[in-house]
C-alpha cells in the first residue's frame, strides 16, 4: 500500500464499514416494501427507480460522464447491475423467509468466498492479493462465525 493510500485507509474503512451497517438495514426495509406491495420485484422496482432519481438528482451536481465512456469493450462490467437486482430482490424474499439475521449472514458468507476468490486472482481488475495461510485461517474463523451466529431455523 502507498503512502497516500495509507493515508487514504481510515476514511475509506469507515464508509465502507457505514455501508456494511447500510446492508441489513436495506434488506429490512426492502423485505417489509415486498411485503406491503406484495412481492420482492415491485420492491426491488421501487427501491431502484427511487435510487435512479437520487443518483441522476446527484450526478445534476457532480457532473454527468461524457457519451463517449459508455462503451461495451468491457462488457462484464454491466453485469454489476443485474447482481444487486438479484440481491435486492432476493433479499426481500428470502429475510421474511428465513428472518433477517440469517439471510444477511449467508450475504455475508458469500461476500467473504467471493471477494477471497477474486481477490486471490486478482478478477475482474482488482488488486491481486494471494490467500496466504493466515488469510485463509482467517477467512475460515469468519465463516465459522457466520455459522454459529445464525440463528438455527
Known amino acids: 500500500m ?7 485507509f481510515v476514511p475509506i474503512a469507515t464508509m465502507m464499514f457505514a455501508a456494511g451497517l ?10 417489509g416494501l415486498s411485503q406491503q406491495l406484495g ?4 420492491a426491488t422496482a421501487v427501491t431502484f427507480a427511487v435510487g435512479f432519481v437520487i443518483a441522476i ?3 445534476t451536481f457532480t457532473g454527468y460522464p461524457p457519451a ?14 443485474i447482481v444487486m437486482l438479484f440481491y435486492a430482490t432476493s433479499v426481500a424474499y428470502s429475510a421474511p423467509r428465513i ?11 458469500g461476500q467473504i468466498v467471493a471477494a477471497a ?19 485463509a485461517i482467517g477467512l475460515i474463523v469468519m465463516a465459522v462465525g ?4 445464525r440463528k438455527p431455523a
Open 68 to 81: 463517449s465512456a459508455f462503451t461495451f469493450e468491457k462488457p462484464w462490467l454491466w453485469i454489476g447491475a
Open 39 to 42: 412481492g420482492p420485484v415491485a
Open 22 to 31: 447500510g446492508i441489513p438495514v436495506f434488506a429490512a426495509l426492502n423485505s
Open 117 to 135: 476468490i477474486i481477490d486471490h486472482f486478482g478478477l475482474l481488475g482488482t488488486i491481486q492479493s494471494t490467500i496466504t495461510a493466515k488469510r
Open 2 to 8: 502507498s503512502a497516500s493510500g495509507s493515508s487514504q
Open 57 to 59: 438528482a446527484t450526478l
Open 99 to 109: 428472518g433477517l439475521g440469517n439471510a444477511i449472514f449467508f450475504v455475508l458468507l
Open 146 to 149: 457466520l455459522y454459529l451466529a
